[in-house]
Each structure stands twice: as structure tokens, then as C-alpha cells.
């Protein structure tokens, strides 16, 4: 894979380019307090992300990655209503950029790159991060893993991010840290860069073949802008 005929970068958001767990670790043992339920270490809860907050709250009450089949959905979505509430009041207190990632941002943009960005993250949240990191002129286009009726690793928001902006799937790259990056773009026909330093579930991303892999934002930046 060579990055010469590549002009949309799609990125990943939690995990690649920002680090989010610590305050999605608060709103899940917030939650759980509120239930009398116990609350679990950042490290257990950070292979809890990857596949939106139901599943994130899913496994928070189940204490597993493995769901409890026992679990109703009312019990599901009033707890996810309180992981709503806390998440909303603090989503960005302790939430941080990786390095690198602030200037590389602009670096893409200026060497002529189109940014799109595919979250499985809920859209409601979105705006206020990108906000506070005055992150929101750089994307033309942001999609939450509730915009559409199916999230990653379905490729469905990355081929309607191609198809919105114009873009042939050949022409763009999908950016991220977790297997369901990976394989939305495997789906897609795009070509994937795996991140090494995100949540992946505690596996290393190397293992979902992406067609390149970097352990830093600066690694990337380097290679796409060499
Ligand atoms: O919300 C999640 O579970 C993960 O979000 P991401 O797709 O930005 O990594
Ligand atoms: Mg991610």
C-alpha cells in the first residue's frame, strides 16, 4: 500500500486520538456506584471500549467482557441513562490528546488532506471534545456510532463518509486502534492503518493485519507526509 493516491484520511477517535478512558472509566463506576454495584480499575475498564457506550455499560454491569445473557433490556437502558448523565458531565475533565496528535492534525490539513472522523462513540458527545480541543474546523465530516442504524466494524459509516465526501474507497485511509477499525475497512476496500498505543481489547493491533501499523501519531505523520 503506498500513500500517494490517498486524500481522505478517516480517523478513529477514542484510542487514536484522544485519550478518553479515564473519563469514560469515571461515568461507568459512577453508574455502577449509583447502582450499588462495585467499580472496576481504569486497565479492566479500557477492554471494555471499543464497541460504543451500550456495550461499554453492558459490560460494566456484567463485570466481563462477556455480557451477561441475563440482563434486561430495561435494566440495560436505565443504566445506560445514568452513564449518559455522568459521561455528559464530565467528558472532557480528564480526556487528553495523544502527542503529537494536535500538530499532526493541522499538518494533514495543511499538506492537502480531506479529514473525516468515524466513532463508534454516540454523536451527543462529539462536538463538545472536538470543541474543547478546538479540534472541529479540522473534519468534514464526523459521524457517531449511533448516526447511522450500524457502527464499526460494520463498513457502512466508512463507505457513506467516502460516498458523502466523494471520495473513491482507493483513495481513502481508515486511521485507528481496534479491530473494528480494522475490519471496517477490510469491509470497505480501504486501506487500514493500525495504531499500536490505543484499546484494543489488550491485543496487540498487529494481529488484525492492518496494511501498515505505528506505535506513535508521530510515526504516522512521518510516514504519511514523508
Ligand atoms: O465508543 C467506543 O466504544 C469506541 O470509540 P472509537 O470508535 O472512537 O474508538
Ligand atoms: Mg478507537
Known amino acids: 500500500m503506498t500513500i500517494d493516491n490517498k486524500k481522505l484520511l478517516i480517523f478513529d477517535f477514542d484510542g487514536t486520538l484522544i485519550d478518553s478512558v479515564p473519563d469514560l472509566a469515571d461515568a461507568a463506576n459512577i453508574m455502577l456506584g449509583q447502582l450499588g454495584k462495585p467499580s472496576y480499575p481504569i486497565d479492566t475498564i479500557q477492554e471494555w471500549v471499543g464497541n460504543g457506550s451500550r456495550m461499554l455499560v453492558e459490560r460494566a454491569l456484567s463485570g466481563s467482557i462477556e455480557v451477561d445473557p441475563h440482563l ?6 436505565a443504566a445506560e441513562r445514568l452513564f449518559f448523565d455522568a459521561y455528559a458531565a464530565h467528558d ?15 499538518q494533514l490539513t495543511d499538506a492537502g488532506f480531506t479529514l473525516a472522523l468515524v466513532t463508534n462513540k454516540p454523536i451527543r458527545f462529539v462536538p463538545d471534545i472536538l470543541a474543547s480541543l478546538g479540534w472541529t474546523s479540522y473534519f468534514a465530516m464526523v ?26 474507497p482507493t483513495q481513502a485511509l481508515m486511521i485507528g486502534d481496534s479491530i473494528n477499525d ?26 488484525s493485519q492492518p496494511n501498515q501499523a505505528f506505535d506513535s501519531f508521530k510515526a504516522l505523520l512521518d510516514w504519511v507526509l514523508k
Not at 434486561?72 to 437502558?77: C, K, L, R
Not at 472532557?92 to 493541522?106: F, N, Q, R
Open 72 to 77: 434486561s433490556d430495561a435494566e440495560v437502558e
Open 182 to 207: 480494522i475490519q471496517a475497512g477490510k469491509r470497505a476496500n480501504i486501506d487500514t492503518v493500525g495504531l499500536s498505543y490505543g484499546y484494543n481489547y489488550g491485543k496487540d493491533i498487529r494481529d
Open 143 to 168: 459521524l457517531g456510532g449511533d448516526s447511522l442504524s450500524v457502527k464499526k466494524p460494520d463498513p457502512a459509516p466508512l463507505l457513506h463518509v467516502c460516498e458523502t465526501l466523494q471520495f473513491d
Open 92 to 106: 472532557t475533565s480528564k480526556t487528553s490528546a495523544y502527542p503529537d496528535v494536535e500538530t499532526g492534525l493541522k
